[in-house]
């Protein structure tokens, strides 16, 4: 991913108004060179993420809600878009407001994915899951490019409307 600066990645919210753009605690440390996307929850309010993807010729940020995660760790999910599977209490439901009026009028669309938001480590094997995942016979490029595809459809599906 092509690195961003702060202003740029707050302009390029396309779900929320530009005072819930403003108020975004930025991550830090990013390393661009080994992002896919740019995606974090937000520290100060662990119910928050935010997504950051290149979108054809533009970059679209994405406000997200995160629901409250299961109790049991004896179950195991898999993320919709790095396919990483992960013990339920590690997959999150996040929540994107449509844009436009249908985002104002309450509409919204969800996926399930990695917690942390860090699919582009565990496709790379920077970071571990907790549970053994299913071979594939995919390279690491494919599987990043599959990757890519499925962030680029949840976020023509916010975007449909806009």
Known sequence: MQPLDPAEIRASFVNC?????KSVTLP???PWEKRD???????KAPGRAYLVVSHGDEVIGLSLRAAPPPKS???SNMCAFCSTTHPLADIT???ARLAGK???DGNTVGTYLCSDLACSAYLRGELRPAVPQPKETLSEEERV???SEKVGRFVARVL???
């Open 37 to 43: 996307f740019l995606g974090w929850r937000d520290v």
């Open 145 to 147: 490019e599959r990757m």
């Open 73 to 75: 760790r004896l179950r």
């Open 28 to 30: 830090a440390d990013i």
């Open 102 to 104: 249908p985002g104002r």
């Open 17 to 21: 108004s530009r005072g819930e753009a």
């Open 160 to 162: 449909e409307t806009r």
């Open 93 to 95: 439901l996040f929540t």
